[in-house]
């Protein structure tokens, strides 16, 4: 068994990494990180160098290339631009939150001699057998964070919308967001958010669920008969048949707001959506005013049910099985070049270099 290399009391070179998840966070956390660090270590007397710092500002923790600072700091370990020996950060979960933590943490320490180490374990050795049981602890609390904060944050937003409150995202078009004043405050303050009828955008809507209703149309049919409205497309801009397919499926339009239908995970670096199962999917009546009549609603969207299971039973015996039952959660797309087999003796040829 190997024997741990790391010995606190040798002159090390460092970098600090801060961030923040949201810019409506105190825009300093960074640096208090930065002093965090420098404080513990001064406070062991680690003789210690630093070399750079390197932060992100507003960007969550479950992403590294959308987080330009992590990835410059990277690069410059894996390029050889910045030799250091550790990377310091206040908790793991500054470092980040995605499940790819523990593989980047060895590579960086097998294949350039980079520990990442921790001020709140008191830069422990995570090389030795009980700092790879707390790098294992503090990896899972930080790719646990993220789920505990989802947590709260949906329960947060299923309180508000039982109480008939907006709570939050985007608003549905054909609605407005109406500011309801807490009483006995001056100035107004706004308490929260409910969804009003937007006499701009409605009729658009309403536009869609008609020629739906009324002619049978799909979306797509309603999109290009929209588009070649020029009229229309001045007032409301250009609209694609999913956006069409997405309003008229969406109940919000009869006045009942769907919650929790959807939830997002982040897989690969990359932000993933997939569909929670119906017990957990909580339908609040009355959430607002309805767009369309829910008879109208219901009777249309039965219609574009039936049509959809023709379609997928159609599909169902043209497509081969594969017999595949567990599909990837963030499947790629390969792309193969048919230019990077050709022989250079073709390019030259055409005078190609």
């Known amino acids: 068994m190997r024997k741990s290399q790391f010995d606190p009391s040798q002159p090390y070179t460092y970098v600090r990494y801060g961030r923040m998840s949201s810019n409506k966070q105190n825009p300093r956390s960074p640096d208090q990180q930065f002093d965090t660090i420098e404080a513990v270590r001064q406070r062991l007397e680690y003789p210690w160098t630093q070399r750079h710092d390197y932060r992100d500002d507003g960007i969550s923790g479950r992403y590294m290339r959308k987080r330009p600072g992590f990835w410059k700091m990277l690069a410059d370990i894996r390029t050889g631009r910045i030799k250091v020996d550790l990377v310091l950060v206040d908790t793991l979960e500054r470092f980040g939150r995605m499940r790819a933590l523990p593989t980047l943490r060895e590579q960086l320490e097998n294949k350039y001699g980079v520990l990442i180490l921790t001020a709140d374990s008191n830069f422990a050795d995570p090389t030795s057998t009980a700092g790879q049981a707390l790098g294992f602890v503090e990896s899972m609390r930080a790719t646990g964070e993220a789920h505990a904060k989802a947590h709260n944050v949906r329960r947060g937003r299923l309180d508000a919308a039982k109480l008939k409150r907006w709570p939050g995202g ?42 739906a209703a009324k002619r049978g149309w799909g979306a797509n049919r309603i999109a290009k008969h929209c588009n070649a409205d020029l009229d229309f497309v001045a007032k409301y801009g250009p609209v694609n048949a999913s956006q069409v397919s997405h309003i008229l499926g969406s109940p919000i339009y009869k ?5 929790n239908k959807h939830t997002t995970d982040v897989v690969d670096d990359r932000r993933v959506i997939y569909r929670n199962d119906d017990c957990d999917v909580v339908y609040i009546a009355d959430f607002c005013a309805p767009l369309v009549s829910p008879e109208v609603f219901d009777r249309l969207n039965e219609q574009r049910r039936e049509r959809g299971a023709r379609i997928r039973a159609y599909r169902a015996k043209t497509d081969a099985p594969d017999g595949k039952r567990l599909q990837p959660l963030a499947p790629g797309l390969v792309l193969k070049y048919p230019l990077i087999r050709i022989p250079l003796s073709f390019c030259a040829q055409f005078g190609a270099s």
Do not use: K, S, W
């Open 170 to 211: 985007p608003v549905p078009m054909g609605y407005r967001l109406e500011n309801v004043v807490a009483p006995g405050c001056d100035p107004a303050v706004a308490a929260y958010h409910r969804l009003a009828i937007d006499p701009v955008t409605a009729p658009a809507v309403q536009l869609y669920f008609d020629l």
């Open 255 to 259: 006045g009942v707001l769907c919650f």
